[in-house]
Nanobody, 128 residues
């Protein structure tokens, strides 16, 4: 059974940075064709933040985070990262990592249905 564990969330002032990590048990990220970060703010639907095709490293970012967030992975450590800079209050949400077992079309990278494994989430709170 694949298990994902997120860490690194916390409270930060606007303009600050956080780095989220997502570790896995029992497998290697490179063996899964897609990895992603999603987030869900209170009262809102879960939305895609960024997603990567692990074999080509082609990456998609939501417009709201482009230029501020960066996804990366360390296969040796089985860890996926989300570097978040220039944080804004609207970035406040629970953040989830996800793994996909297939390579969806670019337009489906932010579709939750394309991901088979999810972490439990880590809370990020940005104050103004």
């Amino acid at each position: 059974q694949v298990q994902l564990v997120e860490s690194g969330g916390g409270s930060v002032q606007a303009g600050g940075s956080l780095r989220l990590a997502c570790t896995s048990e029992g497998y290697t990220y490179g063996n899964y064709p897609t990895v992603a970060w999603f987030r869900q703010a209170p009262g809102k639907e879960r939305e895609g933040v960024t997603a990567t095709y692990t074999r080509t490293h082609s990456t998609k970012y939501a417009d709201s985070v482009k230029g501020r967030f960066t996804i990366s992975q360390d296969n040796a450590k089985n860890t996926l990262y989300l570097q978040m800079d220039s944080l804004k209050p609207e970035d406040t949400a629970m953040y989830y990592c996800a793994l996909g077992i297939r390579s969806p079309a670019w337009g489906l990278l932010f579709s939750m249905a394309e991901y088979s494994y999810w972490g439990q989430g880590t809370q990020v709170t940005v104050s103004s």
